[in-house]
């Protein structure tokens, strides 16, 4: 287990006499440059996208591949000036960095998802009876509201009941609406400020949705808290609880319901649903509980069961030698439709 305390760095840390191979690139400053974006990970394409086979696969920095769901650190440890850390920054906002890798980019329609039954987890386009899903777009939104994705070393387990919702988890990584100024793009891994969190309740299982804003967003030093987001964007949590709560009716579906009446939880709440979906990952990657059928598949979490090497790793992705070269811009017909759901 002490192996996977190093994932949750992103700089050289000590461990048992070993340096631990995760870090940053050198010469970051802090200030302004502690936040600044990294081009630690990188995406390559297989497969033609908007198609059943297509898949985005993750590269660190070395260029090596990994996992987005195990590999990528859940938290972005405080940057260090040669070896000191650096004190410009308070620490609540060091214990509240995480990363978030980008699964739907806001505006758009295809749903998209890490591939949590595959290896090395690619982003992959969701699929029902044979065809790509995309959501519809519900009068006044245009696709998805946020950046959508997910926080890495997380898993909400289904066998595990939630005690403040009385529902087992949905076997995914935690879902994170992302509510900064810019488009961004499938595939970005950023750092994100938690604000708050929904309870969602799909089909019995606790879906939970973060409230994230990422570190890079011109307004993120207005953003601390749930209420935050209520001053200064006034009128998107109701979006986004509305939206959640009809998105899935033009398809046929009744509306979801939420725990909590539908109310925001606060940091301090979103802090401790993270931190137990963490445990549940632990367990998960050391084989401590029934991952189903969980690929557990890793690069960095040495001590796991599930550990593979780089040329096992590069063996698994080269099973689809069909690198996409040009993407297909081609839409879904419903990408086009606007629903006016009335009472």
């Known amino acids: 287990m002490l192996a996977l305390l190093p994932l949750l760095r992103t700089s050289w840390s000590r461990r048992a006499g070993s340096l631990v191979a995760i870090r940053l690139p050198g010469g970051v400053s802090a200030g302004d440059g502690l936040w600044r974006a990294m081009s630690r990970y990188r995406t390559e394409g297989r497969g033609q996208p908007h198609s059943p086979g297509y898949r985005l696969f993750f590269k660190n920095e070395a260029g090596h591949y990994i996992s987005p769901f195990h590999d990528i650190p859940l938290k972005v440890d405080?940057?260090?000036?040669?070896?000191?850390?650096?004190?410009r920054a308070r620490n609540d906002e060091y214990e509240n960095l995480f990363n978030m890798v980008v699964e739907i980019p806001r505006w758009t329609n295809a749903k998209m998802e890490i591939a949590t039954k595959e290896p090395l987890n690619p982003i992959k386009p969701d699929i029902k009876d044979g065809k790509l899903r995309y959501v519809a777009n519900i009068f006044p939104h245009k696709g998805y509201i946020w950046n959508y994705g997910a926080l890495p070393q997380t898993w909400e387990d289904p066998r595990r009941k939630d005690k403040s919702t009385d529902c087992c988890g949905d076997d995914d990584p935690i879902d994170v609406c992302e509510i900064g100024s810019k488009v961004?793009?499938?595939?970005?891994?950023?750092?994100?400020?938690?604000?708050?969190?929904?309870?969602?309740?799909?089909?019995?299982?606790?879906?939970?949705?973060?409230?994230?804003?990422?570190v890079n967003d011109p307004e993120a030093s207005k953003f601390h808290d749930i209420d935050d987001v209520k001053k200064?964007?006034?009128?998107?949590?109701?979006?986004?609880?509305?939206?959640?709560?009809?998105?899935?009716?033009?398809?046929?579906?009744?509306?979801?319901?939420?725990?909590?009446?539908?109310?925001?939880?606060?940091?301090?709440?979103?802090?401790?649903?993270?931190?137990?979906?963490?445990?549940?990952?632990?367990?998960?990657?050391?084989?401590?509980?029934?991952?189903?059928?969980?690929?557990?598949?890793?690069?960095?979490?040495?001590?796991?069961?599930?550990?593979?090497?780089?040329?096992?790793?590069?063996?698994?992705?080269?099973?689809?030698?069909?690198?996409?070269?040009?993407?297909?811009?081609?839409?879904?017909?419903?990408?086009?439709?606007?629903?006016?759901?009335?009472?």
């Open 78 to 87: 405080p940057i260090e000036e040669n070896g000191i850390p650096t004190k």
């Open 232 to 343: 200064y964007k006034p009128g998107y949590l109701e979006a986004t609880l509305n939206w959640f709560k009809l998105y899935k009716v033009p398809d046929g579906k009744p509306e979801n319901q939420f725990a909590f009446n539908g109310e925001f939880k606060s940091k301090a709440f979103a802090l401790e649903v993270i931190k137990s979906t963490h445990e549940c990952w632990k367990a998960l990657l050391m084989k401590k509980c029934d991952g189903g059928a969980i690929n557990c598949t890793n690069v960095q979490v040495c001590d796991s069961p599930f550990h593979c090497t780089q040329e096992e790793a590069r063996s698994l992705v080269d099973q689809d030698r069909s690198v996409s070269s040009s993407p297909n811009e081609e839409s879904n017909e419903e990408e086009q439709v606007w629903h006016f759901l009335g009472k």
């Open 184 to 214: 961004l793009s499938r595939g970005e891994v950023i750092r994100v400020k938690i604000l708050g969190v929904l309870a969602l309740i799909d089909q019995g299982e606790t879906d939970w949705k973060l409230i994230a804003i990422s």
